[in-house]
């Protein structure tokens, strides 16, 4: 399967959804096979995302090795070592040619419509730069009309001012920026709730609801199970 064509390239940073290697902060309630298969579906919801919208190109820059969830049409580069905002440079410095918008793993709501404003035709007219915040202050998407790894490297990832720091650079650096909407990303139990809803008919909004009811009923019976017997 390919997608339409555009004018910029589609780049998605994730780790291999195996057991105790992502989504660890949803370990508790869920278990880590279970955190695992909750990443494993926004992984396939954002890459069924990519695949539809317009893009002259579509990599996936991977942690570890591809599984059943990767879809015909998504070109797989090993992550780079380092730190993420390293990572991070290097994947922007493998698509240098042409315009280029980076998003992760951690948003399974992503749709066609809300990445339009960056891969519309007019995406880059008076415009040097797209940024999507995240509502834990990082930052869930990054476009760059000329990719620079000099803009990404040193930033403080994983901290409430991610997101800022990241932005101040590229205004900083004279950049023209414009924003995308506010999301909230998956790393807790409650994010996760607040995603799915977002995104009902999502595979991730899916398999939680099954995970959550097993959840739901696996409570009910310890507590069941813990109460004291009634004297005769």
Do not use: N
Request: aromatic share 6%; proline share 11%.
């Amino acid at each position: 399967m390919s997608g339409p064509v555009g004018l910029t390239a589609l780049l998605v940073i994730a780790k291999e959804p195996r057991p105790g290697h992502v989504k660890t902060r949803l370990t508790p309630p869920f278990t880590p096979a279970q955190a695992a298969a909750l990443a494993e579906a926004a992984l396939a919801d954002t890459l069924e995302t990519v695949l539809r919208c317009p893009a002259r190109r579509r990599t996936l820059f991977l942690d570890g090795t591809p599984g059943r969830w990767l879809p015909p049409g998504i070109e797989v580069i090993p992550q780079a070592s380092g730190s993420l905002d390293e990572r991070l440079a290097a994947a922007f410095a493998a698509v240098a040619d042409g315009p280029a918008l980076l998003v992760g793993m951690d948003t399974p709501q992503l749709t066609p419509k809300l990445l339009a404003p960056v891969l519309d035709p007019g995406a880059w007219r008076e415009c040097d730069a797209w940024f999507g915040p995240a509502e834990d202050g990082g930052f869930w998407a990054l476009g760059l009309a000329a990719p620079d790894p000099a803009l990404l490297r040193g930033i403080p990832m994983s901290a409430p001012y991610t997101g800022a720091a990241q932005r101040d650079r590229l205004t900083g650096a004279g950049l023209r920026v414009r924003d995308l909407p506010l999301l909230r990303d998956v790393d807790t139990a409650p994010d996760a709730d607040a995603v799915a809803a977002a995104a009902p008919g999502s595979r991730f909004a899916t398999r939680l609801k099954c995970y959550s009811r097993d959840l739901v009923s696996f409570q009910r019976s310890t507590r069941t199970d813990a109460r004291p017997p009634r004297g005769g």
